[in-house]
């Protein structure tokens, strides 16, 4: 059974600039959830899709969006850019109460 | 106060010795209870999660719960150099996976 698929690995960014993050979770899971984690925050909670649907979402900014397609992957896009958005971005599958993580997308904003 | 409290440690124990690691929440509507073990430059893995007050036992890993006081706590027996990683204490409201996180605990384990 294959496991939580994100893509990129890396990416580099300048402030302003907008990117987009893909998460394939595993086969059969129609949950994922986004999690931004820093030095400082620790792992934060982004939003929740379930079914095409955002059922849950956390404290970020409206620059920060995603969506879920019909085969359950995902989507999160940050727009305009800021040196702080520097994270490591990571995607969770979810079923059964337990959550699957991606490896995880570093973002780097320069 | 934050959602979900963990001491930021570091923890350390010899091997062989019981590592113990706490966690306190301030949403009493939390339903779900988590404990993740992360390695440096490696994504969370899930360990244990426990829904009920009491203990949950799974090989070398003990979670308690305790709702009242609104306390989840890990035990590990027999702690390896292996198990030294950070361990994130999660937690969930019902609905859903919003799952919200603690800063987590960094465990040593010296051979």
């Known amino acids: 059974k294959a496991g939580v698929t994100q893509t990129p690995r890396y990416l580099i960014k300048t402030r302003g600039q907008q990117v987009t993050l893909s998460c394939s979770p595993i086969?059969?899971?129609?949950?994922v959830s986004w999690y931004q984690q820093t030095p400082g925050q620790g792992l934060q909670f982004l939003f929740e899709?379930?079914?095409?649907?955002?059922?849950n979402k956390g404290n970020f900014p409206g620059r920060f969006s995603g969506r879920q397609f019909s085969n359950s992957r995902s989507e999160m896009n940050v727009s305009t850019l800021e040196l702080g958005d520097s994270a490591l971005y990571l995607c969770?599958?979810?079923?059964?109460?337990?959550?699957?993580f991606g490896p995880g997308t570093r973002l780097t904003v320069l | 106060q934050k959602e979900v409290e963990q001491n930021s440690g570091p923890l350390s124990v010899p091997e062989g010795a019981i590592a113990s690691l706490n966690c306190t929440y301030s949403d009493r509507g939390s339903q779900s209870f988590f404990w993740y073990r992360q390695y440096s430059g490696k994504s969370p893995e899930l360990i244990m999660f426990?829904?009920?007050?009491g203990d949950k036992e799974d090989g070398r890993f003990t979670a308690q719960l305790n709702k009242a006081s609104q306390y989840v706590s890990l035990l590990i027996r027999d702690s390896q150099p292996s198990d030294s990683a950070t361990y994130l204490c999660a937690v969930a409201a019902s609905g859903g996976f919003k799952t919200i996180f603690g800063a987590g605990t960094r465990l040593f384990v010296k051979a």
């Open positions: 969770a599958s979810n079923a059964h109460d337990e959550q699957f």
């Open positions: 086969s059969g899971h129609r949950s």
């Open positions: 426990i829904y009920s007050n």
């Open positions: 899709y379930f079914s095409e649907t955002q059922r």
